[in-house]
Every structure is written in C-alpha cells, then in structure tokens.
C-alpha cells in the first residue's frame, strides 16, 4: 500500500510540473510542499536577522510557505513574493491571504530573469528551493542583485547540491527534473561573478542541504 501512496505522490509531481506548477495537482504539489520544505526553510532563516521594518522579496515564492513564515518578524515593513507559475501565485495568495488584504504583503507573478522592481529596492531577498529551475542562473543572480539594497543580504536555500555520495532517488530527480544543481565551489563563483561580496556557504551535516549568503 505504501508504494501505491508513493507512486501516486510521484504522479502528482509529475503531473503538477516542478519547474512551473500547473493545474490541481500543481496546487496539491505546492501544499505538499509548503510542508516538506519546512525544515530546510526554517534551518537557513536561522542564518539571517529579520528585522520589523525590513522590505524583504522570495522569488520563486511557491505556496507561499516562506513568506509566511517571514511575515511572523516583519511588523512595519514589508513582504513582497514573485514566481512565473500562476498557480503558485494564486496559492501563496491563499496561504497568505490575511497579510496581503491588510497591505503587509504582495505576491506577484514575473520572473527572475527581469523583476518588475527599481535598483536598490529590498533589505534582503530569498530564494527557497527554485534556484534548480533559473533560466540563465549567473545571469539571473546579477538581476537580484540589482533590486538588494547596498548592504543588504540575498539568501538562497536549497536542499540538494552536487556533492559526493548523493542518495540514487535524489539522482534520478536531478536528471528528470533537469535541475541545477552547483557544487559548494560552483556555488561560490555565481555569487562572486555576479558582484556579491562578503560570500557565506552553510551546510548542515548529515543532509544535503545548502544555504548561500551574499551581501551587496
């Protein structure tokens, strides 16, 4: 009975398109997710200090699970999500739907490869999980740059890397899902090609997962 859940879960996965949700079983995804990407997101928000006033974007927001979670220590400023799936924005509008009707929060649909934002617009920006999907990644980076504030932080989280001793089940999505996924190394030169400064990498022992830190 097992395999059959776990089969029809992978179905849905498939189905519901990763890279770009879709459909109900790119919203049944996205809820999913919102709860399995929990203890990953939490880990790399440890790493940062989110201050009350703060004006802070997620790219790549999904179900709107980080936004969220952020909108707990945010209280005079200001949360604002894109993702390029409207299934994803429509579910993170949902997940969020308190905080946006008082103004706290806007959830938007674009892409990262053009954000729809001035120069120097957010104190810290974040990516959780969708880094694997970036059109042109190296390119991408330089646009979040462009929208950080000077001194600001942009975090992104991710929960596999191109490492050694991957689990087989963790390769075989990696290649039918086409992720991107860097080494440590190849992590830390994206960030400084893309002009970050001030580059902090965190693994957490025992998983594969990664946290990358650069300030403008």
Known sequence: MENTTERTQEEIT????????QGEDGEMMLKRMNESHSAVTCWALEHW??????????IGCGGGATLKRMSEKVTTGHLTGVDYSPVSVETSLETN???VESGKMKVLEGSVESLSFADDTFDKIT??????????????LKEVRRVLKPGGTFVLVADTYNKEGL???????IYRFHLFTPTREEFQELFEKAGFEDIQIHIKEGTDWICVEGKK
């Open 14 to 21: 498939i189905s519901g398109n990763p890279a770009k949700p």
């Open 49 to 58: 200090q989110i201050a009350p006033d703060d004006e802070i974007l997620d």
């Open 97 to 99: 739907r308190q905080d």
């Open 167 to 173: 689990d087989p089940k963790t390769l075989e999505n």
């Open 127 to 140: 990516t959780v999980e969708s880094f694997y999907f970036w059109p042109a990644p190296q390119e991408n």
